[in-house]
């Protein structure tokens, strides 16, 4: 460990260091294209050229390519004063990277902060004039800030202020400046750097980038440095110059002054010849110069390898790192949930209860509480904390911020008023309010914010717990995805992980993970191809279990069966019967059917199912037999088992094998 530790000191030592490195990337998913189309061969022609073309026309180049479904929209930028072969290298960069981690994806953009800043973007529509506030990327560096917080907070929030007033008045859309010395460490400067893209006017440059800092202060306040990007303006700020964007500053700000020259003085007389002595008084000078510098060389990369090593750390310790800017006190969630009342209680969860309330500002939230004897609470909490605040999608519920004071564990989250799923579906008064095409809205705005969790996000994450009643819906029926409770944050390299203590809900989990505790993406594809059989339905999965036929004892055997005999068209809800898109409702099924594969390799992405669903012209394969099922024995009662209905631990569960007729 010793010799690992050292070697990582050596190569910061001789390898030159870039702290500056940020990658605000996004890969839109509102419309794939298929390879080789025109469109897929006008996005190659005009990423390869795009960065030739910026870097000779002063940082800057906008250009569309093609006609009709295959015409492209694309843009480069460069920060101003950059070299233009820096320039080049930074727009190929991103061109690369985009080629790469958005495959068939028609509007991806990317802010690249290397040894400039550059942003790449294109799209089927044109985008050189609109001011899109959508989607966000925000990252943070892992330093806190120790001193005065208060003033440093209140010199921060000033100094930001100033800056995007002054951004928005130039005519370049750009500023890098640097703060006042705030105290007397050497991090007490803030180094900021501000760029909007040409064609919006100063007022949009002005609102996008007061959105990017409220969006840092809501995610990462406290740490000292951090990034914000939009499709429309980029933003970062960190305790040090960074992008050589701040060579031009006279650093007074964080270097001490150096010291005056010493006096003149007359000339020295010639040296006389040298002697055995003086020789040797030189060596040990020089020796002895060779060890200090070597000690101050190492102390040097120390540090350096230790600030690695905590940013590492972070991005996989399960421990609680969320900034305090989200932290609420216990007395202002009493005053927004009057005292927890009955009145303000939305529902009940295996982990707590869930209250309306009112914040001072007149914002509504909704407050879960988690209960003191759950033996699960405090990793649930911490886990939950942690993965959703970094979260930031239209089909995922936002966290506002947590309390853990005295022996309360809160989450805060936005208020979403029209319940879950769950309440509307199987209720048969309130399905009909959800008509197919909602519905059929429903199945699409999951399955982007499942895409958004597995690939799209800067983690990679797996929800575990995907089902009817953790699908939140808003005023306008779109869904947003909640609880993240059991989710798990998976590295970049990593597809699969094994759990001990299987946890989800019965019905909803694939045979891998209750049988062997295996679970991955397609876990969650698993559970969404069984939510997407309820939605059709309109039954839940678990209506199921006490019916003596064929069924096995569960939905998806039962819709595997009458898939076969062709009369899926059974399964449709009444409620919706009357009014339906029958090749949408067949392809759901059949989407569902590829989903619930016993085999996880042969069910699909969520980047194919979106696409299947988008693009009715998209080929299906046949779907195989789903294998295993879970069935319960005449002992246990799979609704009433666990910590509340539907959750359970694995316990003793037997299994029936289907094969296709």
């Known amino acids: 460990m010793f010799l690992n530790n050292l070697f990582s000191i050596i190569l910061c030592l001789v390898l030159p260091v870039n702290f500056g490195f940020v990658s605000a990337q996004r890969c839109g998913n509102s419309l794939l294209f298929r390879p080789n189309s025109a469109y897929d061969t006008n996005r190659r022609l005009v990423l390869s050229t795009l960065a030739s073309q910026v870097s000779s026309r002063n940082g800057y180049h906008n250009v569309s390519v093609g006609e009709g479904p295959g015409e492209i929209y694309a843009l480069g930028l460069c920060i101003p004063g950059t070299d233009p072969e820096v320039c080049s290298d930074c727009i190929q960069t991103a061109s690369d990277g985009l080629l790469e981690s958005c495959p068939n994806q028609t509007d991806s953009w990317d802010w690249r902060a290397d040894k400039t800043l550059c942003f790449v973007r294109y799209s089927n529509i044109s985008f050189f004039n609109r001011s899109d506030l959508e989607p966000t990327e925000a990252d943070y560096d892992t330093g806190m800030y120790t001193g005065n917080v208060t003033t440093y907070t209140r010199v921060w929030n000033s100094f930001m202020e100033s800056m995007i007033t002054r951004v928005g008045q130039s005519g370049s859309r750009y500023l890098a400046d640097v703060s006042p010395r705030i105290g007397e460490r050497l991090d007490d400067n803030v180094y900021a750097l501000m760029q909007c893209i040409p064609g919006i006017s100063s007022k949009e440059c002005e609102a996008c980038l007061q959105e990017n800092i409220r969006a840092y202060q809501r995610c990462c306040n406290g740490y000292i440095g951090g990034s914000v990007g939009k499709p429309v303006c980029f933003f970062q700020w960190d305790g040090y110059a960074y992008l050589g964007a701040f060579d031009a500053f006279n650093d007074t700000h964080s270097k001490p002054a150096p010291p005056p020259p010493p006096p003149p003085t007359s000339p020295s007389p010639p040296a006389p010849p040298p002697d055995g002595k003086k020789i040797a008084t030189r060596a040990i000078v020089a020796i002895v110069v060779s060890v200090v510098t070597f000690v101050v060389l190492l102390a040097f990369g120390l540090v350096i390898w230790k600030r690695l090593h905590k940013k590492s750390q972070l991005e996989t310790d399960d421990d609680m790192t969320t900034p305090q800017s989200l932290q609420y006190d216990f007395a202002t ?22 209250y309306k309330g009112m914040l001072p500002n007149e914002s509504e939230i909704a407050v879960k509480r988690l209960s003191r004897d759950s033996g699960q609470g405090t990793q649930e909490f911490k886990n939950e904390v942690v993965i959703v605040a970094k979260l930031q999608h239209k089909n995922l519920v936002r966290l506002h911020g947590f309390c853990l004071e005295r022996d309360e564990r809160i989450l805060v989250y936005e208020f979403v008023p029209n319940k879950s799923l769950d309440y509307f579906l199987f209720d048969p008064t309130k399905k009909s309010q959800l008509d197919w095409r909602r519905r059929y809205n429903i199945i699409r705005g999951i399955t982007r914010g499942l895409l958004y969790l597995h690939q799209d996000s800067r983690l990679t994450i797996i929800h575990r717990d995907i089902k009817a009643s953790n699908i939140l819906l808003d005023s306008d029926m779109n869904p947003k995805i909640a609880d993240f409770g059991m989710a798990r944050n998976f590295r970049v390299d990593q597809t699969e992980d094994t759990t001990g203590r299987v946890v989800g809900t019965f019905g909803y989990m694939p045979p891998e993970y209750v049988t062997c505790g295996h679970f991955s993406t397609k876990s969650d594809v698993y559970s969404f191809g069984v939510l997407i059989l309820e939605i059709v339905c309109g039954k839940k999965n678990s209506s199921f279990y006490h019916i003596d036929d064929d069924s096995g004892g569960n939905m998806v055997t039962h819709v595997w069966r009458l898939w076969n005999n062709e009369a899926h068209l059974d399964l449709i809800d009444p409620a919706i019967r009357e009014n339906y898109e029958k090749d949408e409702v067949i392809r759901s099924i059949h989407i569902g059917l590829l989903c619930v594969q016993e085999t996880p390799a042969h069910r699909p992405e969520m980047s194919t199912i979106f696409q299947m669903l988008t693009n009715s012209s998209t080929d ?42």
């Not at 969630?333 to 869930?354: C, H, P, W």
């Not at 299906?620 to 005449?634: D, K, V, Y």
């Not at 088992?641 to 631990?649: A, I, L, N, T």
Request: net charge positive.
């Open 333 to 354: 969630i009493e005053v927004a949930t009057d005292k927890f009342s009955r009145n303000n209680k939305l529902g009940q969860g295996g982990f707590g209860e869930v």
């Open 620 to 661: 299906l394969p046949m779907p195989r037999a789903p294998g295993c099922f879970l069935r319960t024995r005449s002992n246990l009662d799979p609704l009433t088992y666990g910590s509340e209905p539907g959750h359970s631990r694995y316990n003793s569960v037997s299994y029936s094998i289907v094969t296709p007729r």
